[in-house]
């Protein structure tokens, strides 16, 4: 397992990726036509790594985490590949699913009370995923539960284990939660806006949980989120997707110090940062709306709002890669533009001579 | 009471003395003053569920007070209602945090727009009625077409522009802007939030803004009140606030907002608070942050701090003094809930 200070530094290349998503592509077939909501997705997740993925809302964050253990509805149309420890998830019978979503892929999402029973007990319902999944007995389930409260964080957990959802914070729902999807030691986290509709001193709390899974488990994290603040706290690498696709893929910190896709740069000097003021300084706005999904146009999607596009960007779709002639770029860092945004100095100033 | 001249009054958009607004067992605002002065910003920063919005909601008469005094430019509207506000030219305006529930669906946009007019004294006739609607879209960022569309043919940006357009038509000496940013996307809120601070320099308003983003607060803000469970337990100016927070509260609220600069925010250190938040229905005994507060002592626990004045601006601490020296919660190493 990597310490988190050389996780930090970047994700390990030479070790094999737990997570590895290839080309992976979900549109749904709806009333007013088929909508291609993930398109053409690349990512991938090593041991003990947390990944961030941030966008828009409606840019396909949710769908290409659930489409991963098979979770979308019926209408979804799902291709591409999704190898998870070496097994295909993509088209894999349901048996192979539930296996999977038990043992080695787990989920946490925005709302826990949702996705909690509210007549059930948290050590019940802990329990229960103990008894199903590893053949506890409802004794050694129950103690097991213990340990997963006092893993996560929550105090007094001989009291709370016998307390029901309501009888909790949101925070502490949101730890239960945590508690339940790592009862079987999964390989792979998913978590889906996990801290969004909490406080930020609880927020702060629950990050604190999740970097200490990965710490002491070696759990791999896939963490959605919109706040660039919660990426620069938590992800080692980030995923930028727009409109359905992958925009931008890097280490945190080359990412916030480099970004090379004009949406991606174009977040960053739109988000007020410590010692900004209306007074003396202006937020840059990204012009325009996101577009529509319906069908992926065969161009950049991202160049009705950017400065730099061309007839080239409008012409034909770039592809996800490290191969550009940017010299500060590192070889970790891959971007789907044609026009990226190059040197630090360069970037802002609109098209590039 | 305080003895203030005319020309304070005159200065003064909008004093709130003592509010109290209860929901039966519901302590929701216990006891807050606070003033804004003409053209100032003042943020409205706490945790969810600490009486933001309640306070907001009483401003603009949305809520009947339980008790305290709500004055704006001077005059005691407390039990006005709105017409008879108006009646004495104190126009207060709120902006509500999600754009697509706060905007009549049935009703075209133009329409959204010039409702207050027609509920002014004084009637305008239709043309005169149309021009300040194209007027106010215009002022906004708007087209004047956007006028015939109805709000779910809009983006959740240019919704929130109907809605802060509909909130200035009248003219307000005061805005209420309730979380404006918070349903919008990312690369929207830069614009609603230049858009606030470009009216608000050209209009010169006062405005309070609620939210629970602190760094909106720091760009938008000039002064900042910190809310905890129903009451006021810091205020100051935004410079001494951000740089020198004095309620551990305060403190930790700041520790805990992330900043989206990773290096940065890596070097910080949260305050882990502990996440079982009392409730507004039973408060905790003497000061209201004691079971979370990492700097407790048995003085908390049975003494009420008073929010005192601290140089700039107040705090409600027993720790901290009158010259606002105190501990720093975030220089001592609280326990990580992991360790
Ligand atoms: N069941 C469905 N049928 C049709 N379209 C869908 C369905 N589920 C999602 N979509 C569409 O797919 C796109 C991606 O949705 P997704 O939920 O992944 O967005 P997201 O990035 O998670 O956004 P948010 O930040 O709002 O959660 C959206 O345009 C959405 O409208
Ligand atoms: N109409 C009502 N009836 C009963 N209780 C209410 C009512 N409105 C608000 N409350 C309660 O009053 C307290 C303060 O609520 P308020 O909405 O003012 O908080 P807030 O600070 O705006 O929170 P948020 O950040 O979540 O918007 C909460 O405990 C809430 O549940
Ligand atoms: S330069 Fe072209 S390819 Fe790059 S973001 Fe702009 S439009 Fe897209
Ligand atoms: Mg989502
Ligand atoms: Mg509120």
Redesign the pocket.
Known sequence: MTSPTQTHLGAPQDVAPVLDVRGLSVTFTTESGTVSAVDNVDLTLAPGEIVGIVGESGCGKSVTAMSLAGLLPRSARVSGSARLQGTELIGAPESVLRAARGQSIAYIFQEPMSSLNPVLTVGRQIGEVLQVHQGLSRKKARARAVELLTLVGIPSPLQRVDNYPHQLSGGMRQRVMIAMAVACGPTVLVADEPTTALDVTVQAGILDVLRGLRDRLGTSILFITHDLGVIADVADRVVVMYAGRVVERAPVDELFAHPQHHYTAGLLVATPTPGRHAGTDRLQEIPGLVPVLSTQPDACTFAERCSAADAQCLGSAPALSSDHDVVAVRPDHLVACWHPCGNPSARHQGSRA | MKPDTDVALEEVALELEDLVMH?GS?R?VDGVSLSIRKGQVTALV?E???????VGRCIVRLLEPTAGVVRIGGVDVTHLSRRQMRRHGKEVSIVFQDPAGSLDPRMLVGDVVGEPLRLQAGRISRRDREERINEELGRVGLRAEVARRYPHELSGGQRQRVSIARALISSPSLLIAD?PTSALDVSVQASVLNLLADLQRDIGFACLFIT?DLSAVEYLADDVAV?YLGQLVEKGSRERVFARPAHPYTQALLAAAPVADPPRQRARKAVLLGDDLPS?LDPPSGCRFHTRCPLAFDRCTAEVPQLLGIGDGDAACHLVGPDGAGPDVRQTNSAGSLQ
Request: net charge neutral; no cysteine.
């Open positions: 929901f519901v929701a706490g969810s569920g600490s009486g933001k919005s309640t979380e629970h809310m507004a």
